[in-house]
């Protein structure tokens, strides 16, 4: 689209009321930039970014930002939409389409096509007072509906289908959360779910962890917020330096090891103490008894 060369301002702007009385000097230096800067066009409608009218005006950005703020919204003379960087002048008629003719009538009909946010047309559209191109952007009131139907309808089957993508990658990448939610804990494919599982595999990776901490909460059916007591059990672990599945199963081991241990332990007694008894019979029985010399101890004790 070509620049304008240059645009038409009456006299009669600076004895408005409205200017005079409501505008401030920056206000007006401001509104009149709007209304005749290079990238303007002639339904009043173009587009342009806040970068290119800090730069054209000499102001910062935190300044073009305010003052489009209050022109949008003290004002009310202005709308400007983020999306499509495209700005809409209220007054433009009043200031422009004195006379038609047409080549103007080309010229609105030409650059109305162009204008992606069609509900500026409307908003344009309530100050002409020339009936014949006030027929033209009329002719678009019905049309903002409808493109903008489309548009939204395109967006929505845009994001549903990148919806069921993220959800694809989620169970290719992720089969066992992504079962576990479904068909456990019966979560229906969207866009929260892939956000719940990647939150899981996030914050503590391991798999086969989510899914055994999972397993424990469904065990008890009172629990209600199984992902967040689920959530807690993993945060606990992760405290005491369980990251994976694995280094779960070897410090329970260990823990039923000593358990085990604790409450099988008993006095060790030597087996010699066992056979005490029977170590002294047997010395007893191996020592021969020499009755002459028992006979000889009994007389002398006699004799005396």
Known sequence: MAKAKFRMVYT???NDPYVSEEMTPEDK????YLLTNEHTTQIGIYGITKKQIAFELGYSIESVNALMQRFIDHHKLIKYNLETREIAIKNWGKYNFNKG???VLDCVRSEIKNVKDTSLI??????IQNYLIKEIYDSYNDTPTIRGQEKEQQEEEEEEQQQQQDIKLSSN???KLFNLFTKRLNKLP??????DINYFLESYFDEELIVEAFNRVLLDKKIESKERYADGILRNWKLEGITTYQLLVEKES????QYKNKHSKKEVIPEWF??????NLSEQHQEPIDFEAERQRVLEKLGR
């Open 12 to 14: 009669n702007f600076w």
């Open 29 to 32: 230096y401001f509104f009149l």
């Open 101 to 103: 003719g047409k080549p």
């Open 122 to 127: 409307s908003y344009v559209a309530a100050s």
């Open 173 to 175: 990448s992720s089969q």
């Open 190 to 195: 969207c866009e929260q779910l892939q956000e």
């Open 254 to 257: 260990r823990k039923q090891l």
């Open 274 to 279: 066992y056979n005490r008894n029977q170590q």
